[in-house]
């Protein structure tokens, strides 16, 4: 899916998206987490750990727009965690990124800034990688915007 839609303003900060994306064909999302109404906090190849206008992020046909059921309190902790993890590498390891530590890819970022600040798990399936898919299919997110 070609990313072609800029994702817009989040209900409240902590929100999180999900986007289909892939790479030579293999599909794998991408995530990212609203460290204001306006701001995300992605990680990307190349550039690691940003932060970014809202208007800069592109989404494919599919995103969605969520928000994690908890006190807003806990998505402003989860907020405040992702914008520290500004300026990490990028952890191509997939595979094994349920760390706060190191490099960090998108989902990673996302799952870190929720377990670490909050004690939320956004992992549905408890495996010993977090994927973006992991996060949408969470029992904690709920969609309120789909692209």
Same mark, same amino acid.
Request: net charge positive; glycine share 10%.
């Given at each position: ?6 994702? @817009?303003?989040?209900? #409240? ?8 994306? +892939?790479?030579?064909?293999? +599909?794998?999302?991408? +995530?990212?987490?609203?460290? %204001? /109404?306006?701001?995300?906090? %992605? ?6 750990? /940003? %932060? ?9 046909? @599919?995103?969605?727009? !969520?928000?994690?059921? =908890?006190? !807003?309190? #806990? ?22 990124? /349920? =760390?706060? /530590? ?5 989902? !990673? ?15 549905? #399936?408890?495996?010993? @990688? ?14 309120? !915007?789909?692209?």
């Amino acid at each position: 899916p070609k990313a072609n839609k800029p994702i @817009g303003l989040a209900r #409240n900060r902590g929100d999180v998206f999900y986007s289909p994306a +892939s790479t030579a064909g293999v +599909s794998h999302g991408h +995530s990212g987490i609203y460290s %204001e /109404k306006t701001k995300i906090v %992605e990680a990307t190849p190349g550039h690691g750990v /940003k %932060e970014r206008s809202y208007s800069q992020v592109l989404v494919s046909s @599919g995103a969605q727009k !969520q928000y994690v059921n =908890t006190s !807003q309190a #806990n998505r402003n902790k989860a907020a405040n965690q992702a914008r520290k993890f500004i300026g990490r590498s990028y952890n191509y390891k997939f595979p094994i990124n /349920k =760390t706060s /530590k190191g490099p960090m890819n998108c989902s !990673q970022t996302v799952w870190a800034a929720y377990k670490t600040a909050t004690g939320i798990d956004l992992d549905s #399936n408890g495996g010993h @990688g977090v994927y973006p898919v992991d996060i949408l299919r969470s029992k904690y997110t709920v969609t309120y !915007q789909r692209f």
